[in-house]
Antibody, heavy 122, light 107 residues
């Protein structure tokens, strides 16, 4: 059974930093692109970032470019999202999501985690 | 960036009814359109990919159609457990973009 477990969320002041983690299990982690998708309170889903199989390439939303860094450790089946210079509009539940197979495509998210809440407030 | 316009923003229907949700893209996607179901307190769930292919385990009352810029999700024979917010997403290119969501209420 595929499981994605996010952690690291919490309350942080504007301008502060936070590192999210996502522990994956139940599939061959190194063969899947992975992504972060967030949902601000009362809002819809917003794609944040995607990382390739070995982590050599990342793709980021304009809203987080230069502030968020996405990385992965395939030996630990774990993702990391380093978030710097946080702003109030970064407040959201952050979900990690598994990219699909060759059939579904890597920009299709076939499994998601429950998410971790990040609140940016003074 | 590809913009996705999803409608309606909310819909209310009864058990057994059929509901249709539409998404329109600002440029052609071929068939690179995905549908998700998101229920409160649960992880989003993949329903349909490539515009019309049902994800394994998803009930056949869910169906998708369309290509290019116009896409439709149809839920037939509504069940109480279909109460959720539904999102479309374009999987054609980065940046990945979602529709605004459709909240489905079962009367």
């Amino acid at each position: 059974e595929v499981q994605l477990l996010e952690s690291g969320g919490g309350l942080v002041q504007p301008g502060g930093s936070l590192r999210l983690s996502c522990a994956a299990s139940g599939f061959t982690f190194s063969t899947s692109a992975m992504s972060w998708v967030r949902q601000a309170p009362g809002k819809g889903l917003e794609w944040v970032s995607t990382i390739s199989l070995r982590g050599e390439s990342t793709y980021n939303a304009d809203s987080v470019k230069g502030r968020f860094t996405f990385s992965r450790d395939n030996s630990k089946s774990t993702l990391y999202l380093q978030m710097n210079n946080l702003r109030a509009d970064d407040t959201a539940v952050y979900h990690c999501a598994k990219g699909g197979t060759a059939g579904t495509g890597w920009r299709t998210f076939d499994y998601w985690g429950l998410g971790t809440l990040v609140t940016v407030s003074s | 960036d590809i913009q996705i316009t999803q409608s309606p923003s909310s819909v209310s229907a009864s058990v057994g009814d059929r509901v249709t949700i539409t998404c329109r893209a600002s440029q052609g996607l071929s068939r690179s359109l995905v549908w998700y179901q998101h229920q409160p307190g649960k992880a989003p769930k993949l329903l349909i990919y490539a515009a019309s292919t049902l994800q394994s385990g998803v009930p056949s009352r869910f169906s998708g159609s369309g290509s290019g810029t116009d896409f439709t999700l149809t839920i037939s024979r509504l069940q109480p457990e279909d109460s959720a917010t539904y999102y479309c997403q374009q999987s054609n290119s980065f940046p990945i973009t979602f529709g605004q969501g459709t909240r489905l209420e079962i009367k």
